[in-house]
């Protein structure tokens, strides 16, 4: 039989192996971390394949933009003096085409004359309607009855009353364009309410030109851009555009234009991207578009992001662009999708 101080000693000893046990557990694993670790470093695992549901998509139009030319001269001049490390692919999102459906017309009609237009329109050719102002004819509204995008458009640079007075502010000049697009029903739950631009605009020798300061403008110009999608920034064609803008005089939207995609964010299929050397390539081979009209033959590159690229004519897919970023908001840009998944001619 042991004795008190046997038993002691044994448990001593029992305790002592058990801490040795689990202080090499522990070693263990934490070993096995650092190595997994360190494997991941040197040999990290490649990216998930792209799934590219949808095959191969059509070539991105970039026709609405300024065409590019081979005589600008691209220069990296980005912070670190490199194009920056961007992702390897995007998703890519269907853009439903509008479809005819029974009743188009005469929602179109209720639709304007809650903005103060005749009921009834002046024409209608296939899904086009004309509608006039009841209160200023010479305000025309011509819209597409199934999609709901319009365009509208005044004599007003021929009208004194509108040419010779000055908005009191840029704030009043939004109130008065989301008024017109509300009194409209057009949806802006999609847009950067907080976030339009403005152009400052004054009128002179028969046409507009940009000014510098509010107490030259005859009209201000609100652009409404489109919230970013996953976090990605969603552009258009030219600077002074956007899905939905409104020309403002001091009292009324003279001129203005809705031209929407409907983009499908739940219908979507990554694709991969070509590498951004080669879309500088490009650009310089005068395959890409500016945003507005260059001034001379360089193009100093400040920074490059992926952004999407919304036109105003329907395209199939939301596809994405390489952004060349410039000085005083001048861009070009890319088509991004690796061409191995473009058709030329439609979707394969």
């Known amino acids: 039989m042991a004795t008190l101080s046997q038993t002691s000693e044994i448990s001593k000893k029992t305790f002592v192996g058990g ?6 557990i522990f070693l263990l694993i ?10 991941n470093m040197l040999f990290p695992a490649p990216p998930p394949a792209s799934t590219v549901a949808f095959g191969k998509i059509p070539k991105l139009d970039i026709s609405e933009g300024v065409k590019s030319s081979e005589k ?29 459906s029974f009743g188009d017309l005469e929602r179109t009609k209720a639709h304007v004359a809650g903005a103060d237009y005749r009921k009834e329109p002046e024409s209608v050719t296939d899904r086009t ?37 000055r908005p009191t502010s840029v704030e009043q000049a939004t109130e008065i364009a989301r008024n017109f697009f509300n009194n409209l029903r057009v949806d802006l739950s999609s847009f950067n309410e907080k976030a339009q631009k403005n152009q400052l605009l004054k009128f002179e020798d028969g046409t507009l030109n940009e000014a510098t300061s509010l107490s030259s403008v005859n009209f201000i ?8 999608i996953d976090e990605v920034k969603v552009i258009n064609p030219r600077l002074d555009r956007a899905p ?8 009324d939207v003279v001129e ?26 490009e650009l310089g081979k005068g ?61 394969d």
């Open 287 to 347: 395959q890409g578009a500016l945003n507005e009209e260059i001034e001379g033959a360089v193009f100093p590159i400040r920074d490059v992001e992926i952004v999407y690229l919304e036109s105003e004519n329907y395209q199939e897919y939301l596809e994405p662009v390489y952004l060349f970023k410039s000085d005083n908001n001048l861009t070009a840009y890319v088509p991004a999708v690796d061409d191995t998944w473009i058709s030329e001619s439609g979707t």
């Open 30 to 39: 934490l070993t096995y971390r650092f190595g997994l670790t360190l494997k």
């Open 221 to 228: 110009k609100v652009l409404f851009p489109r919230l970013p």
């Open 244 to 251: 939905i803008w409104a020309l403002t005089s001091s009292t």
């Open 256 to 281: 203005a234009q809705v031209a929407m995609q409907n983009i499908k964010k739940h219908k979507f299929s990554t694709y991969p991207l070509k590498e951004i050397t080669k879309a500088l390539e």
């Open 129 to 165: 309607a004309i509608f006039r102002n009841s209160t200023s004819p010479d305000y025309v509204l011509t819209i597409n009855i199934t999609s709901g995008n319009f365009i509208m458009g005044s004599n007003y640079l021929n009208n004194k009353e509108l040419t010779d007075k």
């Open 72 to 100: 600008i001269d691209y220069k990296i001049e980005t912070i670190s003096g490199e194009l920056p490390k961007l992702a390897h692919e995007i998703k890519v999102f269907k853009v439903d085409f509008p479809k005819p």
């Open 19 to 24: 801490f040795i046990v689990v202080g090499l």
